[in-house]
């Protein structure tokens, strides 16, 4: 088992180093807006399948996907709901992620349905990241059942030898998951509250 190598967001080649790694099916750690992640290639069945040995995560729990701009949209969901499209107009970049219909192409590692959970990240090492590499499936850079980590020394702590790559970018801003709505039907529905409230949600809507 190799040590995971950290490399400073500020180092010149931090995104030439990720995507050789990413495009060899590798696993990288970043940090966005909420907390550190660990991502894959969103396309890449195999590669995503090793988040969730690398997190001993339980299968079943489908994975999120990052993407860097509103228009990447399109190449990980279709037909997405009037409701998601005004949230995502509002509240993107930032910690809001929207459960809506999957593209086919998906892997059915990201998830098992025919939906997905997407959000564009307000950090710019991570949207840099997913600028070079395009959609990213990502899940908190911990091991399942553990504290998402908020700085790139907790990643290591946790899942040095696990992955290749934690590209540090400081401690995270946000600290807590992001806001989790799911926008499949007549009305939001909150699974999960994060830095934004229900309320928060409701108010753009009405």
């Not at 025919?114 to 911990?142: E, F, Q």
């Not at 970018?169 to 529905?189: A, F, K, Y």
Request: with cysteine; net charge negative.
């Amino acid at each position: 088992m190799n040590p995971t190598r950290l490399l400073s967001s500020t180092h010149p080649d931090a995104i030439t180093q990720a995507l050789l790694i990413l495009r060899a099916g590798g696993l990288v750690a970043f940090p966005t807006d909420t907390v550190y992640g660990v991502g894959a290639l969103a396309f890449d069945g195999a590669a995503v399948e090793s988040i969730y040995t690398a997190k001993d995560r339980p299968v079943e729990k489908a994975i999120p996907i990052l993407i860097a701009d509103l228009a990447d949209l399109d190449q990980v969901a279709v037909e997405v709901p009037a409701m998601a499209s005004v949230l995502a107009a509002h509240f993107w970049p930032g910690p809001l992620t929207l459960v809506v219909p999957k593209k086919p192409t998906l892997p059915l590692a990201v998830s098992a349905t025919d939906t997905l959970a997407v959000r564009i990240p307000d950090h710019p090492v991570a949207r840099a990241l997913l600028r070079a590499a395009g959609p990213m499936a990502v899940t908190s850079a911990n091991i399942s059942g553990q504290a998402s980590p908020t700085d790139a020394q907790e990643v290591l702590r946790q899942l040095n030898g696990r992955i290749p790559l934690v590209i540090d970018g400081g401690p995270t801003p946000g600290g807590i998951p992001s806001t989790l709505v799911d926008c499949l039907g007549r009305e939001p529905v909150v699974l999960r509250e994060g830095p934004l409230t229900q309320a928060q949600i409701l108010s753009v809507l009405t």
